[in-house]
């Protein structure tokens, strides 16, 4: 959601995920413990996203290319990593981050809502959340007014790489194996998630409510087309066919508003 409220758009969401996840189950099956097994994909997460980030704001190369040279570069990686093949030996303390329970609720939906509490405060309460906006309604407007603009936009890869990572963790716990295409498809849902939301792909103009709303809407359709034994091959074009319907509503709103 950051990345695009700046006008900006990530396609190596999926591939991280896959990649990151991969290498949690490696370090679990290496018997690395806990902690290390959920640094160092956090870690790679996060400095893949600083990559992107650098790639974008100093080589001034679009974000669409650059992640998508992302996606195509750690598809390949985790196929390197894992000779294309899952990765099992995943101990009960790391399972425990995708199916254990605190307080009688489940831990990934506790962290996901800790997720979008702390990403809410930073977008309205914070200097760094006025900034984001700035940049994405007026990037060249930002930089007048003294915005670092290249610092935020770094910094809004380095927190999708994170979060990406972070999903990672929590979908391989859950599937107990690292598994080389866990994470194909996950770009299309993020960016579906988003726009249906009401965040504008030109940037400026978006909520972490709206987010949510989206990404519970768009998992219900998933769900619902499996339910309804929709062909997996026919899922994709209907998505796709829901944010081109979602971007022609916002360039309809905006011209009216103009």
């Given amino acids: 959601m950051l990345v695009i409220l700046t006008g900006g758009i990530d396609l190596g969401v999926g591939s991280i995920v896959g990649f990151t996840g991969m290498i949690a189950a490696g370090l679990q099956h290496a018997n690395a413990g806990l902690l290390p097994s959920m640094a160092v994909p956090l870690l790679l997460g996060g400095l893949t996203g600083l990559g992107v980030g650098i790639l974008v704001t100093r080589g001034h190369i679009p974000s669409f290319v650059a992640t998508l040279g992302v996606l195509a570069g750690l598809q390949g990686a985790t196929l390197v990593y894992s000779n294309a093949q899952p990765i099992t030996g995943l101990k009960d303390d790391f399972r425990a981050i995708g199916t254990g329970y605190l307080a009688g609720i489940p831990v990934p939906i506790v962290i996901y809502a800790a997720a979008f509490v702390a990403t809410g405060v930073l977008l309205s309460r914070t200097t760094f959340g006025r900034a984001i906006y700035a940049i994405g309604g007026n990037e060249g407007a930002a930089r007048l007014s003294g915005i670092r603009v290249d610092l935020f936009k770094t910094l809004v890869f380095v927190i999708s790489g994170l979060g990406a ?10 599937l107990n194996s690292g598994q080389p295409n866990s994470g194909e498809g996950y770009e299309l849902d993020a960016i579906a998630s988003v726009v249906i939301g009401g965040t504008s792909l030109s940037g400026g103009r978006g909520t972490v409510l709206g987010t949510l709303a989206g990404a519970l809407l768009i998992g219900v359709l998933s769900n619902g087309l499996v339910l309804m034994n929709v062909s997996p091959y026919y899922q ?23």
């Fill in 165 to 174: 990572a972070l999903g990672a963790l929590i979908l391989t716990a859950r």
């Fill in 236 to 258: 994709p074009i209907i998505k796709g066919a829901i944010i081109v319907g979602a971007v022609l509503l916002d360039q309809l709103g905006r011209r009216r508003r103009t």
